[in-house]
């Protein structure tokens, strides 16, 4: 069923929200079944988690001195037959463009900083494009998906070294946590004959073995992704609706050798074809393989001191069908060998990489470039105060020697209120697309380069987390496009507070996140004082929940707000601000069956992302999951 934002929106309201009416009906006449529910069954929100990105080592969102997020697999079921994109955009700080529906080229940018300026890591692994040099997000399945912690601010830059300069989001597979074995089968259907089917097993023995498989197949017709120009009555481009179709598969599998000795090796493997409008060429599309697989050795040689060898390999392919036709192929080799011990009141992390990049491509003059690093930390996580300190040395074969560092550290005034400061300095070497002229690259690029200041304040508690948190970033030879071509903005300054607030009351779950930015060009040229690209000044999301252990149902609110698609603020060049309403829910029908709900855009919302580029209307996806234990 393809929908439209006419005479099919009323029919689809009434579906959906009658589906999703259900889900409320279960919900009142939950209370009478509560009260002979055991209270160990009664869902947990852990505010407090664990997360690894921030530190290298496993840590508590209370000690962490970065602002950190947390996206588990309770939330990512809400995401069901989406992509990683669908659930980053919706995150604090984050906004984004995409040229279409799901599948489309989009980009993301996190607290003024451009994706490219962001590394993605899939366990561990590189997994941003060389040739772009963002990650492509809108080609990854949530379905294969364990939980996603994001890591905002440059503090990733002496922690995993170049690209992370305006942070680090890692996508860790299904796997890591086995502590049965299952199996499940997903089917699934939405709006614009979106279909998705898939089939997940997780095998635990006691021999200190666990196996994961995941496979999924997603597809869907797609929008009418070209946004007609009423000033062009000879628009040449098809006004045809541009579908999207991949297959993918994450397997993993963990030994436990010994009480001292762990081994394992994970992958993730997308293979997907884009349709999209290019002038009057019919059946553009490109077909696309993504993804990154990884082996490790984990030795705990003392009681307090271990050792991790890894190896990892991540791929980024790209071939299209069009007027003119392209072939990118991307692969990044990565060795790294990552050190720990208790160190007095801390834990110290060292270690070693060794990154290879390589690009198959004839518009390239320059397609490979190496990287050697090391690099040493210390962190310091108790009830009285937290610290982190990070150095790193990286020897780029094309730009030299490049040290970054890091220094942070809070105070806990109390046991739940404490407030800490940090400052980081990061770096960034040109992607192989900013130095191609052939893609409106140059070959002279310099680097770049930034000074980052946070200071914050946070209050948590076992059902409440809040926290404030002030930045400012000054780049220094940030890469612009202008009439698209790259080049060096001699300087940039971002600045911006946000605000995020999570609570926890009985079986409700409420909170949402404000975020204000002023990112612009300080250069002191002709665009001096002009906002950078698709950065709105303010953006926030509200949300309210209820949760039992059988019913799981969220609705939220997201505005953004106006920006300018291009870095001399025309008025062509203005984005309108936007606000969308969604709903989605969880429900157990039986103990082996569930169901998800989404309707995304309820108030159908005629909004854009990018000048000449639609985005869908009131949109729905539907699933059903059986389990066996």
């Excluded at 492509?136 to 890591?151: G, K």
């Excluded at 984990?298 to 001191?305: F, L, R, S, T, V």
């Excluded at 192989?432 to 002229?437: G, I, Y």
Aim: net charge negative; charged share 20%.
């Amino acid at each position: 069923m393809v929908l439209s934002r006419s005479s099919s929106t009323a029919y689809l309201r009434l579906c959906i929200l009658s589906a999703l009416g259900v889900l409320t009906i279960n919900a009142t006449a939950a209370p009478n079944d509560a009260n002979v529910i055991n209270d160990d069954e009664l869902p947990k929100v852990e505010l407090d988690k664990i997360v690894v990105t921030a530190t290298r080592t496993p840590t508590k969102t209370s000690n962490i001195i970065a602002q950190t997020r947390v996206i588990d697999s309770e939330e990512l079921q809400r995401y069901q037959g989406q992509t990683v994109l669908e659930v980053i955009k919706r995150q604090p700080g984050i906004n984004f463009k995409q040229n279409g529906g799901i599948g489309a080229t989009s980009n993301f940018y996190m607290r003024g900083y451009d994706s490219k300026q962001v590394l993605v890591l899939i366990d561990g692994i590189r997994y941003s494009s060389v040739s772009v040099g963002g990650a492509a997000l809108n080609l990854l399945p949530t379905d294969q998906i364990d939980r996603i912690e994001v890591l905002y601010g440059a503090s990733g830059s002496s922690i995993y070294g170049a690209d992370a300069m305006g942070g680090v989001i890692q996508v860790f597979t299904k796997g890591s946590n086995i502590d049965r074995s299952s199996m499940s089968v997903t089917a699934g259907i939405g709006s614009n004959d979106h279909y998705v089917y898939g089939a997940s097993a997780q095998l635990a023995n006691n021999n200190g073995t666990t196996f994961s498989l995941s496979a999924s197949h997603n597809e869907t017709d797609g929008i009418n992704a070209t946004r007609l120009d009423p000033s062009n009555q000879y628009d040449p481009y098809n006004k045809d609706d541009d579908g999207f179709e991949s297959d993918s598969v994450s397997l993993a599998v963990n030994q436990r050798v010994n009480d001292t000795l762990l081994t394992g090796a994970s992958v993730l493997y997308s293979k997907s074809t884009t349709e999209y409008d290019d002038g009057t060429f019919e059946n553009a599309h490109a077909d696309q393989e993504n993804g990154a697989a990884q082996a490790y050795v984990d030795w705990q040689y003392m009681p307090d001191a271990s050792i991790k060898l890894q190896y990892g390999h991540s791929i980024d392919k790209s071939k299209s069908y069009a007027q003119f036709p392209n072939v990118f192929d991307g692969t990044q080799d990565q060795i790294s060998l990552v050190g720990k011990n208790k160190l007095l009141a801390g834990e110290g992390v060292y270690g070693l990489e060794y990154l290879t990049q390589d690009l198959d491509s004839t518009a390239y003059s320059i397609d490979e470039r190496n990287v050697k690093s090391v690099f040493a930390g210390y962190v310091v996580a108790n009830d009285r105060f937290d610290a982190q300190a990070n150095l790193r040395y990286d020897d780029d074969s094309r730009y030299g020697d490049e040290t970054t560092y890091n220094l942070g550290g809070a105070m806990h005034l109390s046991p739940n209120f404490r407030v800490g400061a940090s400052y980081a300095k990061g770096f960034r070497a040109p992607s192989f697309n900013d130095l191609s002229p052939a893609y409106g690259g140059d070959l002279n690029l310099n680097p770049e380069t930034s000074d980052n200041y946070e200071v914050f304040a946070q209050y948590d508690s076992t059902n409440h987390s809040t926290r404030l948190t002030g930045y400012r970033s000054d780049v220094d030879n940030l890469i612009a496009y202008s009439n698209f071509e790259a080049k060096n903005i001699n300087s940039a300054k971002i600045e911006g507070i946000s605000l995020t607030s999570d609570w926890e009351m009985n079986d409700y779950l409420f909170g949402g996140s404000y975020d204000y930015q002023q990112a612009e060009d300080s250069s002191g040229g002709s665009d001096d004082g002009n906002s950078l690209p698709y950065r709105p000044e303010h953006e926030g999301l509200v949300y309210v929940g209820y949760r039992l252990p059988s019913l799981d149902i969220r609705a939220e609110y997201q505005y953004v707000g106006d920006y300018y698609s291009r870095i001399t603020n025309t008025d062509a060049q203005f984005v309108d601000n936007y606000g969308l309403l969604n709903i989605s829910g969880n429900y157990k029908l039986t103990d082996n069956l569930s169901m998800t709900a989404r309707l995304n855009n309820i108030t159908n919302e005629n909004y854009i992302t990018d000048i000449g580029y639609n985005t869908d209307g009131i949109n729905y996806f539907t699933s059903l999951t059986y389990n066996w234990f």
